[in-house]
């Protein structure tokens, strides 16, 4: 499992280093990693959201049996103003 997740976040990263970012991938050691991709300007969060999701869509392909986190969680804030 571990090895596997640092083949999908070095594969991430190298994907948003591809598309002209110059993302941050940190890890605390315990298997998990987090991939951050700084952004210019305000982006929507359905916008954002979908980029993630498409972003990750290959993670099948290394092993995962359900899509992996991304951030925003959801696409939209509920209506009581509560989300990612």
């Known amino acids: ?3 596997r997740n640092r083949r999908h976040a070095e594969h991430l990263y190298c994907n948003l280093a591809a598309l002209g970012f110059r ?3 940190s890890s605390w050691g315990g298997g998990s990693y987090h991939l951050e991709a700084l952004l ?3 982006v929507p969060g359905a916008v954002l959201h979908s ?4 972003l ?3 993670a099948c392909e ?3 049996a359900a899509a ?3 951030f925003p969680k959801q696409a939209l804030v509920a209506p009581d103003g509560f989300g990612n």
């Open 1 to 3: 499992m571990l090895e």
């Open 23 to 25: 993302p941050l991938l």
């Open 40 to 42: 210019s300007s305000d």
């Open 51 to 54: 980029f993630g999701r498409w």
């Open 56 to 58: 990750v869509s290959d």
């Open 62 to 64: 290394f092993g995962f």
């Open 68 to 70: 992996v986190e991304v």
